[in-house]
């Protein structure tokens, strides 16, 4: 098992940037799959980015590509979300996600382990 907590939320102005980390516990993170979902008031949690086991490959929802990048550190146990050129629609809190499949890598119901997530709010 794995337990998650998110940090590096915070208001920042649109055009600004960001980093989110996700704290990971357990032996076995390297075996993990991790992702950013992200939820804004009132809408479904909705998938930001992934990253498989190694760091070899990420995934990417077509709203963020080119501003977000995902990257983990299997020796410190954390994931981490970068987030440039931040927009008003970028406003969310911000989950960290875990499982040991990217079977489903795009749908909530795809992860087993959940952070309490993080809020960011992009002002215009």
């Known amino acids: 098992q794995v337990q998650l907590v998110e940090s590096g939320g915070g208001l920042v102005q649109a055009g600004g940037s960001l980093r989110l980390s996700c704290a990971a516990s357990?032996?076995?993170?390297?075996?993990?799959?991790m992702a950013w979902f992200r939820q804004a008031p009132g809408k479904e949690r909705q998938f930001v980015a992934a990253?498989?086991?190694?760091?070899?490959?990420?995934y990417y929802t077509n709203s963020v590509k080119g501003r977000f990048t995902i990257s983990r550190d299997n020796a410190k146990n954390t994931v981490n979300l970068q987030m440039n050129s931040l927009i008003p629609e970028d406003t969310a809190n911000y989950y960290c996600?875990?499982?040991?499949?990217?079977?489903?890598?795009?749908?909530?119901?795809?992860?087993?382990?959940w952070g309490q997530g993080t809020q960011v709010t992009v002002s215009s």
């Open positions: 990253i498989n086991w190694s760091g070899g490959i990420t």
């Open positions: 357990g032996r076995t993170f390297s075996s993990y799959n």
């Open positions: 996600a875990a499982d040991e499949s990217l079977s489903r890598l795009r749908i909530d119901s795809g992860y087993d382990y």
